[in-house]
Structures are given as structure tokens and as C-alpha cells.
């Protein structure tokens, strides 16, 4: 293993709590193939001190940039000088980058990180509607590149009705042609995707009922911490099941050429 000095750059990954991020297992090999020497680094930062914990790191030469999970994606879009267009879309960030005069630019990867590993795995059927369980930061990324990749029909559901509602009419505005339900009928759905937390914890409740989805569904667990319940329980009906280190592993050359400032 390779351990930083002080040439070495870094990558802050904030999240409250931070016990269950695993991103730095992937992201810091890959700097490493990628000839580049970077770390990341996990922070637990409650959210009243994400502004000032951001603002102070990047003052410092060593530091490339931000990743953002859970809660801080919506935060971390209003603390940016400038965003890219998917997180002008979906209002949150889940990438900073410091530009060289210390301005912050931000955008959303969750989305081409999600349909790359959807496309890859072959879950990606634009002629099937997709059924996305969360709208919150992860949520709306994920219905935003569904959208724009040429999906048809989609169902969008949240235990909150305000913020699903919300998200539903911003995609009809862009999208007008794409049929949206915000019902709990999951006979048509092709792909199922859990965009909550649920299933960080073995204690979590289930997303939803498995046995309510087609057989010939496709079940995508964005939790990469661990391999959840929900997951287990779609493989054992038969389904087929992707889970988010895959999204992991497609958000990496896309967040990569970003910090680098390649985007």
C-alpha cells in the first residue's frame, strides 16, 4: 500500500455518520492506476459544519477536491460558484472541484455513474418503466439521467409526498413526453431501484414487498456498504440484482477527469 507524504493530494468524502462509507477501497486504487497520487480521505462532518469544514480545506494546495454523500448533497450545491448542468438540474452536488483561484465548481455524478452500471449490467431498457424508490439527492440523479438517456415511463415513490411531487414536475417540464406515476403498482416495472438509505443497517426495513415486482424485473440497490437484505431477497426470487459498487465504479473515471479539470 502505498502511504501519502506530503506531495501526496487528497480527496475529502464527507458524510454524517461516516461508519459505512467504503469509497476510499475503490477510489484510492484507482488514483493509483491512474498514475495519480491521491487519497481519499472519509470525515464525518455534521451538516451545521459542512460550510466552514469545506471553506477551510480548500485553502490548502493538497487538497483536489470533494465528494459528498448522505446528508450534505443538497448543502454542498448551494456553497458552489458555479455548477455543471446536471446539478443545475437536480440542485444537488455530489463532486467539488477547487479551481486554482479558489472558486468551488460542483456537479452530480450519482446519474452517470447509475446509467453506466445499468447499461453495463444490460438492466437498461428504456421501452420498460423504471421505478425509483427516493427522491432525495441520489433519487433525483438517478430519475434525471433515466429521463435524458430516453426512458419512457417511470414511477417515482417517496415516503414524503412534497420533494417526489416536486422532483415529478421538474422532469415533466424537461421531459414533457415522459409518462411519470407516482402510484404504488409495480406490475409494469422492469427495473426497480432502491435510491434510499434503507439497507445500510441490517435492522432497516425493506425498501418495498419483492414479491409485488415482475419476475423478469431488475432490482438495483444503490447501497455499497454492504450487501443488504433487499439485495439477498431479489437474488433469492430469481432477480437479477446490481448493487452500488457498481455505480461506484462508473462514477470513478467521470469524477476523476472532473477534479482533474477535464470535464
Not at 112 to 138: K, M, N, S, Y
Not at 189 to 207: K, Q, R, W, Y
Request: proline content about 6%; overall charge neutral.
Amino acid at each position: 500500500m502505498q502511504l501519502p507524504t506530503g506531495a501526496s493530494r487528497f480527496v475529502f468524502i464527507f458524510a454524517h455518520p461516516a461508519s459505512h462509507v467504503s469509497a476510499p477501497r475503490y477510489y484510492t486504487p484507482y488514483f493509483r492506476e491512474q498514475g495519480l497520487d491521491w487519497h481519499m480521505v472519509p470525515l464525518d462532518i455534521a451538516p451545521k459544519h459542512l460550510a466552514e469544514t469545506i471553506r477551510t480545506l480548500a485553502t490548502s494546495a493538497s487538497v483536489v477536491g470533494f465528494n459528498l454523500t448522505m446528508p450534505h448533497k443538497p448543502a454542498a450545491f448551494e456553497l458552489c460558484d458555479a455548477v455543471g448542468p446536471a446539478a443545475k438540474f437536480e440542485g444537488v452536488v455530489n463532486t467539488i472541484r477547487i479551481e486554482s483561484d479558489g472558486r468551488l465548481v460542483g456537479d452530480s455524478f450519482d446519474g452517470g455513474g447509475f446509467l453506466d452500471a445499468a447499461r453495463e449490467a444490460g438492466v437498461f431498457d428504456p421501452e420498460r418503466r423504471a421505478t425509483v424508490i427516493g427522491a432525495g439527492g441520489a433519487g433525483r440523479a438517478i430519475c434525471h439521467a433515466l429521463a435524458a438517456a430516453g426512458l419512457k415511463r417511470l414511477r417515482i415513490l417517496n415516503e414524503v409526498r412534497g420533494p417526489v411531487e416536486a422532483l415529478a414536475a421538474k422532469l415533466r417540464g424537461k421531459f414533457p413526453d415522459l409518462d411519470i406515476k407516482l402510484d404504488e403498482d409495480f406490475a409494469d416495472t422492469g427495473l426497480l431501484v432502491n435510491a434510499t438509505s434503507l439497507g445500510l443497517h441490517a435492522t432497516d426495513a425493506m425498501p418495498m414487498d419483492l414479491a409485488r415486482l415482475p419476475a423478469d424485473c431488475a432490482v438495483f440497490d444503490i447501497i455499497a456498504a454492504r450487501r443488504t437484505e433487499f439485495m439477498n431477497t431479489a437474488a433469492a426470487r430469481g432477480l437479477k440484482v446490481v448493487d452500488g459498487i457498481a455505480m461506484i465504479r462508473h462514477q470513478l473515471p467521470l469524477q476523476t477527469a472532473f477534479w482533474k479539470g477535464r470535464t
